[in-house]
């Protein structure tokens, strides 16, 4: 069964929604900024991917929020944004037919973070009774479900940072297998907090670049470690038959998926690249490409 893309959907520090997400990107702009959430002075580290114009009660309204981490509100955003442009409604799509895979690195790390602190401050009978709803990292996929009526699989992938990439992988193996007609796929991450930025400094994988235009150099000969950022990205993925007979737009088709493990180090890639090759070489070849 063929696959294609029928919607799209953004929440990123360099732009909020999946237009303005694309247009700043195209323009260069850089979405890495001086840490505000929290005083970073004592970790080292000084910029992250902070969003700064996202607002709860635009989309996912303020009463849900309160009862979502917020990688589970990015999530919940990025995929209203995603439904919309593939023109889904409840009429468009059997409930059966519908799924969720969206995957987070760590979950409600903010939560985790908040919760723990106030479990030690004033006692176990203050932690709130949305804890663990709100931290788990399969909930963004849980309330995405909810929200849509996806009756198909609900489930998350963590992969730490291929996760969005494996969740449309999967999703896409869910369409082409016969197994649902749409699916609901991506990442999400809300992490820039004490907790994360303390941790991956620990690991000295963080940049400690004070320059925003000189922190992410992933590819440059003077690369010196990644910047944690925040958001979500979403896709609607649903078979060509299902896509043309609702008239939908495609934007684009899945042809390959291929995903290997380096099996090697528990941070380094192996240094010959043969992983990563392989994966590609999976795709191509499922692909067809010559």
Do not use: W
């Not at 505000?36 to 607002?55: L, N, Q, Y």
């Amino acid at each position: 069964m063929r696959v294609v893309v029928t919607g799209m959907g953004a929440v990123s520090p360099n732009g909020n929604g999946y237009q303005a997400f694309v247009e700043n990107s195209l323009q260069g702009v850089v979405g890495i900024k001086p840490i505000s959430k929290f005083d970073a002075t004592d970790t080292g580290i000084s910029v992250a991917g902070e969003i700064d114009d996202f607002d709860v009660s635009q989309v996912v309204g303020k009463k849900n929020g309160k009862r979502m981490d917020l990688y589970s509100q990015y999530a919940v955003q990025a995929c209203q944004e995603a439904y919309d442009m593939a023109g889904l409604s409840a009429e468009a799509v059997e409930p059966e037919e519908l799924g969720v895979i969206f995957g987070s690195g760590i979950g409600g790390l903010t939560t985790i973070e908040e919760q723990v602190i106030k479990m030690h401050d004033k006692g176990a009978k203050r932690v709130s009774p949305f804890f663990i709803p709100m931290a788990i990292a399969n909930m963004a996929a849980g309330n995405i479900s909810i929200r849509f009526n996806a009756k198909n699989i609900s489930t998350s992938v963590v992969t730490a940072c291929a996760t969005g990439t494996n969740s449309i992988g999967e999703a896409y193996r869910q369409i082409k297998e016969g197994r649902a007609q749409v699916m609901i796929a991506g990442g999400s991450e809300a992490s820039v907090n004490e907790t994360a930025i303390s941790g991956f400094a620990a690991l000295t994988a963080l940049s400690t670049s004070t320059d925003p235009l000189r922190a992410s150099l992933p590819f440059d000969e003077s690369r010196h470690g990644f910047v944690l950022g925040e958001g979500a990205g979403a896709m609607i993925l649903e078979s060509l038959e299902h896509a043309q007979k609702r008239g939908a737009k495609i934007l684009a088709e899945i042809v390959g998926y291929g995903a290997t493990s380096d099996a090697y180090h528990i941070t380094s890639p192996d240094p010959t690249g043969a992983g990563a090759a392989r994966a590609m070489q999976l795709a191509v070849a499922e692909a067809g490409i010559k």
